[in-house]
């Protein structure tokens, strides 16, 4: 099969590969009939995470199951699944807490940019939909493996209340997401941090109130003007570096949560600011399996519409360009065909 591979930093490559087997009773194989790239895919290709040794990559996958093992009973082959990006067998004390993507059996998908991926906890990961979904769903149930239920996750963290003001750090498709989901757990003011007017546009359409295009003590000056010298009363930090991080809590009000879910890379928390106003820090690897069916839902009734974060389509052989046109700010987030 075709699989997407990163050789080294700016390195991405479409090669052939042994098609995945299911080798355990737990495991599923599907077909895949949409993946994406992510922003975390971008840290390798940035150089920011070491690639000591070519590897698959991709972990956003929907698609059709095309074997199951024999402990997987409720899919067959032809379902057509969402695949959480963070395995989970949905039944061991963590999952029953909510945190799926602690699962002690727990795996993630590896090469989702590909033909064929592998899920390794099937029963208690996918998620079906009721019959072959029409083509004009396949974005959105796409960002259903990966960057809605992240940005989600970043609102339910930082305690997103109907009426409460939020700020959004960070205007990839996660923070985009995070702005969803915020409009959707009733926040009254959604302040967007971004500078790019077409991320801006997005965000207005998917609830922003405000958008400030400006960075570091500006950024933090103009939210402080929006909300009367007093700060949000939750952030969603969606980036994952130092500054993102300071920005955020700059933002947040005496009393508020931040909600981080950006992969972080040289962050320090301010544990004095934070012990001196009371504002707290929650989050992490989103647990996708908590939220699926929730968000599935709302996407289905149309209430909803978070795949046009892909705002660039390419078949998989072109996935090194997927790769530059995310990493240079020409796309939000690209959805590749095989």
């Not at 939909?129 to 809605?148: C, E, F, K, N």
């Not at 207005?204 to 400030?212: I, Q, S, Y």
């Not at 939220?291 to 974060?309: A, C, K, M, N």
Request: net charge negative; with cysteine.
């Amino acid at each position: 099969m075709r699989a997407t591979i990163i050789h080294a930093p700016g390195d991405i490559r479409l090669e052939d590969r042994p098609r995945p087997e299911v080798t355990r009773p737990t495991d599923a194989v599907v077909r895949v009939v949409a993946a994406c790239v992510c922003g975390s895919d971008l840290w390798p290709y940035r150089n920011a995470d070491e690639v000591p040794e070519p590897r698959p990559i991709g972990h956003e996958v929907v698609g059709v199951v095309e074997d199951v093992g024999s402990e997987v009973r409720s899919f067959a082959p032809g379902d057509f699944v969402i695949v959480p990006f963070c395995h989970s067998d949905n039944s061991c004390p963590h999952c029953r807490a909510g945190v799926h993507s602690a699962c002690v059996n727990g795996g993630m998908t590896a090469g989702g940019q590909a033909e064929y991926a592998l899920v390794t906890q099937a029963e208690g990961s996918l998620v079906r939909t009721d019959g072959v979904p029409d083509p004009a769903l396949v974005p959105s149930l796409l960002a259903l493996s990966d960057v809605l239920p992240t940005g989600w996750h970043a609102a339910v963290c930082a305690r997103v209340r109907p009426g409460s003001t939020v700020a959004v750090v960070g205007d990839g498709a996660v923070g985009l997401c995070g702005v969803l989901a915020a409009r959707e757990l009733g926040a009254e003011r959604i302040i967007a941090l971004s500078r790019h007017a077409p991320r801006q546009a997005l965000a207005r359409e998917f609830g922003a109130t405000d958008v400030v295009p400006e960075r570091g003590k500006e950024a933090t000056a103009a939210v402080r003007e929006l909300t009367d010298g007093v700060g949000a009363d939750a952030v969603l930090e969606c980036v994952g570096n130092g500054p993102a991080m300071r920005t955020a809590f700059s933002v947040a009000r005496p009393g508020a949560m931040v909600g981080f879910v950006g992969v972080p890379h040289d962050v320090a928390p301010p544990m004095g600011k934070m012990f001196g106003h009371n504002v707290g820090l929650a989050g992490g690897m989103a647990p996708v399996r908590r939220y699926l069916p929730e968000l599935l839902e709302r996407v289905l009734d149309g209430t909803i519409d978070p795949g046009r974060v892909f705002d660039l389509e390419l078949p998989l052989d072109d996935v090194a360009e997927a790769y530059r046109a995310m990493d240079e700010r020409r796309a939000i987030k690209v959805l590749l065909r095989p």
